[in-house]
């Protein structure tokens, strides 16, 4: 009887111990399995930035670097204006880099905005919170102003691309995607 006992007894250890070694193994698999899907999706969107800067299209943060100027694109938010049409506010950051210590007038840069789908085209204007500084920003200087584009409204904004341009320092072939909009 003693014998049966210590042989029930360690046929039911092994047989837990056979459970938690499946389990732990079950665990190990599914981390293992996760940390491949990360890995996976980290691939495919540094992919996908390294084509889209291929192309020449920026997002928001990324900013182009001309001879007197660093330009970038900091967010941008869409609001409905009435039945056809919308306003998309996008913010922009200059900081004046020239060499020769000048300031920098930023009125003359253009602003627009382009859907891929249509290829329809709005313009859009600056809005300067100070003026003087806009149009004389001093040499190392930063600033932050609002564009805004009048657009059409519809259901999809993920296919407009902002554009800036400028006589002295010519990009038009950069833009960056104004993709996920945020609506206020």
């Known amino acids: 009887m003693t014998i049966a006992t210590i042989m029930t007894a360690c046929g039911t250890d092994n047989t ?5 070694k499946a389990e732990k193994v ?8 996760e940390q491949n899907r990360s890995e996976k999706i980290f691939k495919q969107e540094r992919h996908k930035a390294k084509r889209l ?5 920026l997002i928001y943060g990324q900013g ?9 694109i900091q967010e941008a938010t869409y609001k409905e204006s009435n039945k056809n049409f919308g306003i998309v506010t996008a913010e922009i950051k200059v900081e004046n880099i020239r060499k020769d210590k000048k300031p920098y007038n930023l009125s003359e840069f253009k602003y627009f905005v382009r859907d891929s789908k249509t290829g329809d085209t709005f313009k859009g204007e600056a809005i300067p919170s100070r003026l003087e500084e806009f149009e004389n920003l001093p040499s190392n200087a930063t ?10 409204k519809k259901d999809n904004l993920n296919d407009n691309y902002l554009y800036i341009d400028s006589d002295i320092e010519p990009s ?12 206020r």
């Open 26 to 33: 079950q665990i190990i698999n599914a981390i293992d399995g």
């Open 143 to 152: 600033i932050k102003y609002d564009i805004v584009f009048k657009v059409k």
């Open 64 to 72: 182009i670097k001309g001879n007197y100027s660093i330009r970038s």
């Open 16 to 20: 837990v111990n056979s459970a938690k």
């Open 53 to 57: 800067l291929e192309e020449g299209i």
């Open 172 to 183: 038009s072939r950069i833009s960056w995607h104004l993709n996920n909009l945020t609506k």
